[in-house]
């Protein structure tokens, strides 16, 4: 009887937890596309990857030179020069690689550097108007399969999303 009543405590105060849980959404894409901060952050981004893309086509360019001048030379050269000339070009073709391979990495870690101000504000602004609302949730439109209902606080966290951006571009 004991584990009956237990149990029946137990529901009822987990009903009432859950009725009094607030949830609410919010369009992480709007909040992001709404910052300056944000679009200066993409810019900076696309001039790095367009400087590490010119580099590639020179480097790129220097290697097909390279490799004509091999090709209309062959004819002429001894099987040792040739394989000099080989290995000259294979690790000109290797450094191509290995630069391109290490520019993908520069720009996650870039990326990421641009980003997190960014995404640290965005957290802030959610969790200073969910203090306000005394909410306990709030759900991201953008990777959320169903949602119908609850309220949207995407307009007033643009609201406060502006202000602490206007105040980190001011340092």
Not at 53 to 70: G, P, R, S, W
């Amino acid at each position: 009887m004991k584990k009956l009543l237990l149990a029946l405590a137990v529901m009822f105060s987990m009903g009432t937890v859950m009725a009094q849980s607030k949830v609410a959404h919010v369009n992480s894409q709007k909040l992001l596309d709404t910052l300056q901060s944000r679009r200066d952050a993409m810019n900076q981004l696309k001039e790095f990857e367009a400087n590490g893309v010119k580099e590639l086509q020179e480097m790129e360019a220097d290697f097909n030179t390279a490799l004509a001048k091999y090709e209309k030379d062959r004819p002429n050269m001894s099987p040792t020069l040739i394989k000099f000339e080989e290995e000259k070009l294979m690790k000109k073709q290797q450094g191509i690689q290995d630069r391109e391979t290490s520019l993908n990495q520069e720009m996650q870690i870039y990326s990421q550097e641009l980003n997190k101000p960014i995404l640290e504000r965005v957290q802030k602004a959610v969790e200073i108007v969910s203090d306000r609302k005394k909410l306990n949730y709030v759900i991201d439109e953008s990777v959320t399969l169903y949602f119908k209902g609850g309220t949207d606080i995407t307009a007033e966290v643009i609201v406060e999303l502006l202000r602490l951006d206007a105040e980190a571009m001011k340092k």
